[in-house]
């Protein structure tokens, strides 16, 4: 394997990572959420869930078909993630917590598409911007129930 090769293996590593921790801060946070936006936020938070659940086979998958074994547990998940941040309590903590992990996921996917184009893999660089693209349009919706 070539370094750029490898050096793309650990940016879709890195993208695994923190979907993995943000579909399970999202899904605690479905779980949890209380008052009188219940409704709407425990749909949204359903819905970013489901999607952030899909998309981690998704990126497996990418990883092995660049002749990498996937992470294979939840400790080799974690420590692609980063630092897990303290579960929020109120309904609009847990929005502005995951605006947080919305915006510093956005940030990894950034780098991994140039990792992927310098890589010349165009499939996963693809994959990668409709990642970054769905990332984009939760921020906005998240961001415009704030105002």
């Known amino acids: 394997m070539t370094p750029t090769t490898h050096a ?6 890195a993208v695994l ?7 399970v801060q999202t899904h ?7 008052g009188p936006n219940f409704r709407q936020l425990h749909a949204l938070f359903e819905g970013q869930y489901q999607n952030l659940w899909a998309a981690l086979d998704e990126i497996a998958e990418r990883i092995r078909i660049q002749g990498a074994y996937a992470p294979g547990s939840v400790a080799a998940l974690m ?3 980063g630092d897990e941040e303290t579960p929020a309590q109120s309904a609009g903590d847990m929005v502005l917590k995951l605006v947080a992990g919305h915006e510093a996921i956005c940030a990894t996917l950034r780098d991994a598409i140039a ?3 310098e890589a010349g893999d165009e499939v996963s660089a693809g994959m990668l911007t409709d990642r970054l693209e769905w990332h984009e349009k939760e921020l906005w919706m998240m961001k415009a129930s704030m105002r």
């Open 115 to 117: 990792t992927a184009g």
């Open 28 to 34: 605690g946070y479905h779980w949890n959420v209380e």
């Open 8 to 13: 793309n293996i650990a940016a879709l590593n």
């Open 17 to 23: 990572g923190q979907t993995f921790r943000l579909y």
């Open 79 to 81: 420590a692609q993630a």
